[in-house]
């Protein structure tokens, strides 16, 4: 069952390609909280059809939360983050999911990051469906040299049996401007003993009359501790 939004407050699509970034944001450590802002990010890509997206990515930070007992093997983050698309051409559809990406001892800008089972593996700057947990619970188990991303987006629809089921992704339709935006999202992180980064993640299938094209945009990396 498809589940439309056509209104920009409710939904967002956003496009765009992945932005290389050697250097960390990094969370002095401290036994407060530690607050991460990040930079605000553009990025323009145009389809096949000659339709052009542009994504912006705006407010976005994050609350550190220090580990418990003095122990790096249990983090939390709280995220926030807003999202701005608009496209040339009104689109026949956009299919959006919002996330982040968390590594143990990896490095995110480095892009060459080994890949084991459910583990993403980016050397080609890439990701595949199958590398990705999805799901609305960002609490991930990761030890040295993996990485996992999750998704925050959690739609529930009835299905066509009238049962409850929910998707990562917001299928968008009849706009050529969306937004989206989401606020104290949680990142939580066991079993990882060394430094751990995430960097925000959306992927989008855009689908015009005569193209169709998934697309990845990621934000910068910051550190966990």
Known sequence: ?????????????????????????????????????????KQVKKLGDGTVITVSRSGERATINPSMGGTPLHRNAWVSGKYKVTSSKEPKKIEIQAGYIVGCQVNFGGGT????????????????????????SGTLTLGPGQAQGFFINDVEYADDFGSDAHDPYVTYTETKSARLSYVNSQIGLRGCAGYAQARSWLRALVETEFAQETLNFYGRPFSLG
């Open 1 to 41: 069952m498809t589940k439309r939004f056509k209104s920009a407050a409710v939904a967002a699509a956003v496009a765009g390609s992945v932005v290389a970034v050697s250097s960390v944001l990094l969370a002095p450590a401290a036994s407060a909280d530690v607050k991460v802002v990040l930079p605000a990010q």
């Open 113 to 136: 990051m080994g890949g084991g089972a459910g583990l993403l593996g980016l050397s080609d700057g890439g990701i595949d469906e199958g590398d990705v947990g999805v799901g609305g």
